[in-house]
């Protein structure tokens, strides 16, 4: 649907059955991965300086709807992977930054481990704890819930209490990238869910692992301004996948509302079909509208006092999409329900809508920091 | 520039509060004091080209303004900004013909022209090309006979835009449909009644009845056979006003239900602190932030001259949604006071319904996307 083929050359491999393939199969698209290494597609927000192709936000997220209107969700881990790469970039130290010509490759993994079962979305109320010891490196202990290919990742950035809170609240918090695989100090347990099935998830107990200090990402107890700088980057990047599966599955209906016949007429020729169908292309061309000034304000600057902007993109982007991929289901009838791609895109988008930010905190944001609304805390 | 005109409305207009806006509705009374107002800011004539004495805005810079002041005074405001603009400034400087702008235009920078556009008819309101008012040849002259129904400010109007059929064939073609600039106040045989309605009291919109009135060859805009097309670029336009109307007002009542939400104190916390009260207005604020990203791109291809049409569809299919959920919310967060007519908070909710059903409704711009934009097989 969108005019410029980025995948170019090795598109007629991936697509929407490979996509439904991989995830049928319950394995990781590493072919898909290493098609995408090859050609370092996992340094485009890395500086040229540092190796990277340094390319604008805008272009990045069109990169996303391009890929995604052609993988669906199989996108997650390639915007994650940029934004890890970035981050890297901007904060590493020399040591992390060395890492960054097999991350920008794919031949490292890499993830972050933030989540915790009894924080929930109150990621400032995590409780794994990192302690000096007297060499300098750190201990690190604690557990954490819904990792994303955990076990696979070679490398884990972990955020840990450093310090307690204090006054602000969003203070002591230092994330810790995990290089070395320490075996009998890290377990992982697999969790299974209900879609996303091409990436397992893994809770991961970590039991005093030792980490060097030239492993911190960014500055000790000041983790929360670099990542939140990073979520909003990942809001609006993952909107763009959104609005691309949406699309993946709003053609398949068309396809199938165009030609198929009941009744002696095409379904598509009945409003009942035909208007949730406009209706979803409608929004998804709002959320790219939306997107798109969105990202132009990140490449220029304006973004920084306008941080819940992502919040309502996202908000945006994950309903349009949902309502896209259960009309394009409705559409497809019995067809639909059957194992495939329209099926997946529906169980991979209802995650999106509680995670990495549910709908009600981004309403919440919107609420408070927008529109001035009293808090919940108050 | 825009800005400057921003801060021109603020000063300008800030005297005509809700209490003035009521009132004009409860009495269905012309804001004329408004209309003298922004006319003299020169809001009428934003689209009028410079050599005619107006500021030849951009449409991506009319739009915003038309936003701004609804956002500030809501529909009637917004309306009027429109029918100058679009009925009168625009159609006539890109449609007319020399003659009708020589004639027109410098009325229309003088401000004397109040503009009105008549396509609806008991019988065709989205059904068009059903219309049946006529324009018959005779002696190199038009004899019009018909009626139209809900035409806003016919009864006050110098310039109307008329779409009759000058063809004796009876086709339900776009072709044989001519659009007419005529000055209702030149001719007899023109009478208006008014309408007792819910929406745009204070303008107004009326039953007009064509009998047998005898208008001049002169007076068809763009050519003869060819009023559909001549519509086009108006509508389009219309669409994008009324998409900005929608947003401003909605913005307008987004703003009020915040503020109260703020203010009212029940159950020892703020009435906003929740959820159920705040969500929807979340949900609305960003609603209207989507929707006015599509009006931005809608206008920008219109000035790049490219095809905006799903652009435009699609921006006052969702600002006119979007402001009418916010409004019926806010009619919520008020409570029984969202019934006092004097609060003007219900008055924006009837006047944002209509943006539901006309200039088009709901179910035809869905039913024009699924053909043109989707390829999906016609319903009807
Ligand atoms: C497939 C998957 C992949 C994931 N990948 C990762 C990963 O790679 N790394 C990582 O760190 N984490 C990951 N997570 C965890 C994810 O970030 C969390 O699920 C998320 O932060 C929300 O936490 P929770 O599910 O415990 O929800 P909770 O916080 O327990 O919330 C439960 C519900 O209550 C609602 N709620 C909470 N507070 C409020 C409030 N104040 N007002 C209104 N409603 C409220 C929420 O919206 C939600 O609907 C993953 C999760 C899944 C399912
Ligand atoms: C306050 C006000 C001001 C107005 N101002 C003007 C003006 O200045 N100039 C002017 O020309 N007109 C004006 N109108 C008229 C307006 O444009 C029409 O009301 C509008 O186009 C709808 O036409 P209709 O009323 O004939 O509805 P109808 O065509 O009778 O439609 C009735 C309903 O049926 C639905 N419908 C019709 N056909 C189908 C179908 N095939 N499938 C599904 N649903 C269908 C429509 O969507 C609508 O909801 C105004 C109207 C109002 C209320």
């Given at each position: 649907m969108y005019g410029k083929d980025w995948l170019g050359e090795f598109t007629s491999e991936f697509d929407e059955d490979y996509y439904t393939d991989v995830s049928e199969k319950e394995e990781f698209p590493e072919k898909f991965w290493q098609s995408?290494?090859?050609?370092?597609?996992?340094?485009?927000?890395?500086?040229?300086?540092?190796?990277?192709?340094?390319?604008?936000?805008?272009?990045?997220?069109?990169?996303?709807?391009?890929?995604?209107?052609?993988?669906?969700?199989?996108?997650?881990?390639?915007?994650?992977?940029?934004?890890?790469?970035?981050?890297?970039?901007?904060?590493?130290?020399?040591?992390?930054?060395?890492?960054?010509?097999?991350?920008?490759?794919?031949?490292?993994?890499?993830?972050?481990?933030?989540?915790?079962?009894?924080?929930?979305?109150?990621?400032?109320?995590?409780?794994?704890?990192?302690?000096?010891?007297?060499?300098?490196?750190?201990?690190?202990?604690?557990?954490?819930?819904?990792?994303?290919?955990?076990?696979?990742?070679?490398?884990?950035?972990?955020?840990?209490?450093?310090?307690?809170?204090?006054?602000?609240?969003?203070?002591?918090?230092?994330?810790?990238?995990?290089?070395?695989?320490?075996?009998?100090?890290?377990?992982?347990?697999?969790?299974?869910?209900?879609?996303?099935?091409?990436?397992?998830?893994?809770?991961?107990?970590?039991?005093?692992?030792?980490?060097?200090?030239?492993?911190?990402?960014?500055?000790?107890?000041?983790?929360?301004?670099?990542?939140?700088?990073?979520?909003?980057?990942?809001?609006?990047?993952?909107?763009?996948?959104?609005?691309?599966?949406?699309?993946?599955?709003?053609?398949?209906?068309?396809?199938?509302?165009?030609?198929?016949?009941?009744?002696?007429?095409?379904?598509?020729?009945?409003?009942?079909?035909?208007?949730?169908?406009?209706?979803?292309?409608?929004?998804?061309?709002?959320?790219?509208?939306?997107?798109?000034?969105?990202?132009?304000?990140?490449?220029?600057?304006?973004?920084?006092?306008?941080?819940?902007?992502?919040?309502?993109?996202?908000?945006?982007?994950?309903?349009?999409?949902s309502s896209a991929i259960d009309a394009s289901l409705q559409t497809l009838g019995a067809s639909g329900y059957l194992s495939g791609m329209v099926e997946k895109l529906f169980r991979d988008i209802r995650y999106y809508r509680m995670g990495p930010i549910s709908e009600q905190l981004a309403l919440v944001s919107i609420a408070e920091k927008t529109l001035g609304l009293p808090g919940v805390r108050e | 520039m825009l800005d400057t005109i921003i801060s021109y409305i603020n000063q300008g207009t800030g005297k005509f509060d809700t209490h003035y806006w009521v009132e004009k509705d409860k009495k269905?009374?012309?804001?004329?004091?408004?209309?003298?107002?922004?006319?003299?800011?020169?809001?009428?004539?934003?689209?009028?080209?410079?050599?005619?004495?107006?500021?030849?805005?951009?449409?991506?810079?009319?739009?915003?303004?038309?936003?701004?002041?609804?956002?500030?005074?809501?529909?009637?405001?917004?309306?009027?900004?429109?029918?100058?603009?679009?009925?009168?400034?625009?159609?006539?400087?890109?449609?007319?013909?020399?003659?009708?702008?020589?004639?027109?235009?410098?009325?229309?920078?003088?401000?004397?022209?109040?503009?009105?556009?008549?396509?609806?008819?008991?019988?065709?309101?989205?059904?068009?090309?059903?219309?049946?008012?006529?324009?018959?040849?005779?002696n190199g002259e038009f004899i019009l006979s018909g009626r139209k129904i809900w035409i806003t400010m016919a009864h006050i109007s110098d310039l109307m835009l008329v779409l009759a059929k000058t063809t004796k064939e009876k086709t339900r073609s776009t072709k044989g449909m001519t659009l007419f600039a005529i000055n209702p106040k030149e001719h007899s045989g023109i009478t208006t009644s008014r309408i007792d309605d819910i929406a745009l009291r204070s303008l107004g919109s009326c039953e007009v009845f064509f009998d047998n009135v005898t208008i001049s060859e002169d007076d068809i805009l763009g050519e003869e056979g060819e009023g559909w097309r001549a519509l086009t670029g108006i509508l389009n336009l219309e669409r994008l006003s009324t998409a900005s109307i929608s947003l401003g007002t909605g913005e307008l009542v987004l703003n009020s239900a915040t503020q109260y939400a703020k203010d009212r104190t029940l159950f020892g916390k703020q009435l906003g602190a929740n959820q159920s009260i705040q969500f929807p207005l979340a949900h609305g604020k960003i609603m209207l932030e989507a929707s006015w990203r599509m009006i931005e791109e809608a206008a920008r291809k219109r000035d790049a001259g490219e095809d905006g049409m799903f652009e435009a569809n699609a921006a006052a299919y969702l600002s006119a949604s979007s402001a009418c959920a916010l409004a019926d919310h806010s009619m919520q967060v008020f409570g029984g006071m969202a019934f006092s007519v004097d609060m003007g908070i219900e008055l924006h909710w009837r006047n944002l319904r209509l943006f539901r059903v006309g200039p088009v409704p709901e179910q035809m711009t869905l039913s024009l996307i699924a053909r043109h934009s989707l390829g999906l097989p016609p319903s009807f």
């Open positions: 995408l290494g090859e050609r370092s597609k996992f340094g485009l927000l890395v500086s040229k300086k540092n190796g990277g192709s340094g390319i604008s936000f805008t272009e990045f997220v069109k990169n996303i709807l391009d890929m995604s209107s052609k993988v669906g969700t199989l996108t997650y881990y390639f915007v994650a992977q940029n934004l890890s790469a970035k981050l890297f970039d901007d904060y590493g130290t020399q040591k992390l930054k060395s890492f960054l010509p097999e991350v920008m490759t794919g031949k490292s993994k890499v993830n972050l481990a933030l989540a915790e079962e009894q924080s929930g979305a109150d990621a400032l109320s995590i409780r794994t704890r990192a302690t000096p010891a007297e060499n300098g490196d750190y201990e690190i202990s604690g557990e954490k819930y819904c990792v994303t290919n955990g076990k696979n990742a070679d490398y884990l950035m972990v955020a840990a209490r450093t310090s307690d809170s204090g006054e602000k609240k969003s203070h002591g918090l230092t994330v810790f990238v995990i290089t070395r695989k320490q075996p009998d100090r890290i377990k992982f347990k697999e969790l299974k869910k209900m879609g996303l099935n091409f990436l397992p998830l893994y809770s991961i107990s970590f039991d005093r692992i030792i980490i060097d200090r030239e492993s911190i990402l960014g500055e000790p107890d000041r983790a929360w301004s670099m990542l939140s700088k990073t979520f909003a980057a990942d809001r609006l990047a993952l909107s763009a996948m959104f609005i691309g599966m949406g699309n993946m599955a709003l053609s398949r209906a068309l396809d199938y509302a165009r030609k198929r016949v009941v009744f002696g007429r095409e379904i598509g020729a009945n409003q009942g079909i035909q208007f949730p169908l406009s209706k979803a292309y409608v929004e998804l061309s709002a959320s790219r509208a939306y997107l798109e000034h969105s990202a132009r304000m990140v490449d220029g600057g304006g973004i920084e006092s306008n941080r819940d902007l992502p919040m309502g993109v996202y908000y945006h982007a994950v309903r349009a999409s | 269905a009374e012309f804001p004329g004091e408004f209309l003298e107002v922004i006319r003299n800011l020169g809001l009428t004539t934003l689209l009028l080209p410079e050599e005619y004495g107006g500021s030849g805005l951009s449409v991506s810079d009319y739009v915003k303004i038309v936003r701004h002041t609804s956002s500030l005074h809501g529909v009637a405001a917004g309306d009027l900004i429109m029918a100058h603009n679009v009925f009168g400034a625009f159609s006539i400087s890109s449609l007319g013909s020399e003659k009708q702008k020589e004639k027109l235009l410098p009325r229309i920078a003088r401000n004397e022209v109040i503009s009105s556009i008549a396509i609806t008819e008991p019988n065709a309101g989205t059904d068009t090309l059903n219309i049946s008012t006529r324009a018959d040849r005779s």
